[in-house]
């Protein structure tokens, strides 16, 4: 059973995940199993559903024992109740890829939640052994900065997943080193075909987007593999900052990011609005949820980050994070 190293400790896994760098480390936090097991919903409680892609929904169960996801087509995770055992019982129909997919994008977050951490959908680096995050909805940039940010003398934490540990202070783990990129950001960020090919670059498959011929999936993402070591920051460091990134026009602007802190009270309902699974952790577990962000924003400086929608100037945003955190301490405004 392959191992994978994972938010500061590893993974025991009955499938493979290759967006997972493998260890051999004994002694894992989190386990998942493939099991084949009939549906029963009996004293479950409904917490919330999410749109996956068209005509496919995945909905959240609090159960004894645990939490339940059960999705239209890959199947239903149980969640221990303490995070630490994940156990996936196939659809009918289940496409492996998609199941990968899921694991990453929702099951571990709901099983990092069980454990009493805080997920955030964003991506880290660290700079001076101190986190710094970039938050905001797909498409927006975060990996394509975090990346940049690699090649100012910052270390990739982690990727689109960024869970924390919400006490003084606050501790971000490091997750998951594959960067997913748009094909344009790719070659902007990385360089052409040949340079992409060279660092690991392989195409990303999703399974809303098919072929009119056929029933392979579009690619229409790169998911980067092969970053070296020196670009990854692979120990829990304290988390310094996070950045709420905003896309602006680049008409007339004349610097390429600037920021604002947020106060208090807009800072914590902001790490709700960027809250990895929000939308599936609601009624009783919606409590559980603000307060865990309203401790994060009492310790975190938390800034509204303007960026010029330019890929061209990437690396000015990159600089300009950069010289703002090469202060040991740095102030909450």
């Known amino acids: 059973m392959p191992t994978y190293s994972i938010f500061g400790s590893s993974l025991h896994s009955e499938i493979a995940l290759p967006e997972l760098r493998p260890t051999r480390k004994s002694g894992a936090q989190w386990a998942l199993r493939v099991a084949h097991t009939p549906l029963s919903l009996d004293g479950a409680e409904l917490l919330g559903t999410e749109t996956v892609i068209p005509g496919v929904d995945v909905r959240l169960y609090r159960v004894p024992g645990g939490y339940r996801l059960v999705y239209d087509d890959t199947g239903r995770f149980d969640i221990s109740s303490d995070g630490r055992e994940i156990v996936w019982s196939k659809g009918p129909n289940a496409w492996l890829g998609a199941a990968r997919l899921d694991i990453i994008n929702r099951v571990l977050p709901v099983a990092l939640h069980a454990a009493g951490m805080l997920c955030l959908h964003g991506s880290a680096v660290s700079m001076s052994r101190a986190a710094i995050a970039f938050l905001a909805p797909r498409h927006y940039g975060k ?191």
Do not use: C
């Open 143 to 333: 990996s394509t900065l975090a990346l940049a940010m690699a090649d100012v003398g910052a270390r990739i934490l982690t990727d689109d997943l960024l869970a924390v540990e919400p006490q003084a202070p606050v501790i971000a783990r490091p997750g998951v080193h594959s960067v997913r990129l748009l094909d344009d950001a790719a070659r902007a960020v990385v360089g052409d075909a040949d340079t992409l090919k060279a660092v690991g670059a392989y195409p990303l498959q999703r399974r809303d987007l098919k072929q009119l011929s056929g029933d392979q999936p579009v690619v229409t993402k790169r998911i980067l593999r092969g970053l070296p070591a020196r670009k990854l920051m692979v120990d829990p460091v304290p988390l310094a900052a996070i950045y709420i990134l905003r896309p602006i026009r680049a008409d007339g602007a004349g610097v390429a990011a600037t920021r604002t802190a947020f106060p208090a009270v807009r800072a914590a309902l902001a790490l709700v609005e960027h809250a990895k699974s929000g939308a599936l952790l609601r009624k009783s577990e919606a409590p559980v949820l603000f307060d865990r962000t309203v401790r994060v924003a009492r310790e975190v400086a938390v800034y509204d980050l303007a960026v010029v929608r330019d890929l061209a100037r990437i690396a000015e945003v990159a600089e300009q994070v950069a010289q703002w955190h090469q202060a040991p301490n740095m102030a909450r405004s």
